[in-house]
């Protein structure tokens, strides 16, 4: 869906135009932290030195009598903090639009910290519609508080009507920054039948072929793999990233490295990190294997200009391998800046 210009609200005097072209960040985690809570506010000046995205969270897990302090913690931790100065990511996940909560939300922060802010996520997105009324939002607030870096925006893909209407999300405004699922939300508006966060399910198998390998093809249970493939689509083709979100089980860090690796794999960019355990698993996975890096530049060095067909270890390359070892060879450089 192509919308009008006319759309766009202009930003405050002086504000660059929204952009397509996304500045090329590293956000291999977005780092959800309670800004509710002291002990852990006092702790994200040293936390935004070691993560790519501290994200202040507002929505679910903020009890509802906590919503006003969890506020106003996001805005002396955002006040208290150089995020620029490490390069780090200052998001926000606001309220969902049907609670009663958003307006102050955004009210706040665009008040008080809106140059500081990055992106805000906005959960239970069900279409554009969503989009259209955050952007309409945002550009009213920047108006009025004299932001001019526009605050972008970033959907979770958390209900059955949001994945419905994936591409209509991602192409809903240039203020789109990317979509992250949300397995936990998106399992209860399905009626699926778990109350894990994110992870297999160890009910969920794929039946053997009862001629083939047996223990290797019932390995396979990936309860996320169709929405992850649709999320990473939907956002490639409009020039936005795709994350996985969250893992909720902090003791099974094989099944989190397992699901972060299969995300990493089908395109996403990152994903998000619950507990200070998952931020190194993140770093690792979002980060091609040496290895793989070293065959890359092979294949960039062997094809100088992008074209032909060489053989390199016995396997074909080609214009199209060239573009997979770019993928890749860019990454790694990015990592290692
Ligand atoms: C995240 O918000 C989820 O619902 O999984
Ligand atoms: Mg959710």
Redesign the pocket.
């Known amino acids: 869906m192509k919308l009008p210009r006319r759309f766009f609200q202009p930003l405050a005097a002086g504000a660059p135009e929204p952009f397509r072209e996304l500045p090329i960040k590293l956000e291999r985690m977005i780092h959800f932290v309670p800004p509710h809570n002291e002990k852990v506010r006092a702790r994200v000046p040293e936390l935004a030195k070691t993560v790519d995205v501290v994200l202040g969270n507002l929505?679910?897990a903020v009890p509802a009598d906590q919503k006003e302090a969890a506020r106003k913690g996001f805005v002396e931790m955002a006040k208290a903090t150089d995020f620029a100065a490490s390069g780090t990511g200052l998001w926000t996940?606001i309220n969902a639009l049907n609670s009663p909560w958003i307006l102050d939300d955004l009210f706040t922060l665009v008040a008080e910290v809106g140059s500081k802010l990055d992106v805000v996520m906005v959960?239970?997105v069900e279409g554009p519609w969503d989009i259209h009324y955050i952007d309409q939002l945002l550009a009213q607030l920047e108006a009025r508080h004299g932001v001019t870096k526009p605050i972008l925006v970033h959907a979770?893909l958390?209900t059955a009507e949001g994945v419905a209407n994936v591409d209509a999300i991602a192409s809903a405004s240039p203020r789109m920054h990317g979509m992250?699922?949300?397995?936990?939300?998106?399992?209860?508006s399905r009626g699926m039948k778990t109350t894990r966060?994110?992870g297999g399910h160890p009910d969920y198998r794929v039946i053997a072929d009862p001629k083939g390998d047996g223990e290797r093809a019932s390995a396979q249970q990936d309860l996320w793999h169709y929405t992850i493939a649709r999320m990473v689509d939907a956002c490639m083709a409009n020039g936005i990233k795709a994350f996985y979100?969250?893992f909720?089980d902090f003791s099974d860090s094989a099944a989190c490295e397992v699901q972060f690796r299969n995300a990493f794999l089908m395109g996403c960019a990152g994903a998000?990190t619950l507990h200070p355990s998952q931020v190194a698993l993140a770093k690792t996975v979002f980060a091609p294997d040496p290895a793989e890096v070293n065959f890359a530049v092979r294949i960039v060095e062997a094809m100088p200009d992008g074209t032909g067909a060489v053989m390199i270890d016995g396997k074909m390359q080609d214009d199209a391998t060239w573009k997979q070892a770019k993928v890749i060879v860019d990454l790694a450089r990015l990592v290692a800046e």
């Open positions: 929505e679910d996940r959960p239970k979770i958390e992250s699922l949300g397995p936990a939300d998106l399992a209860a966060v994110g979100g969250p909720g998000w």
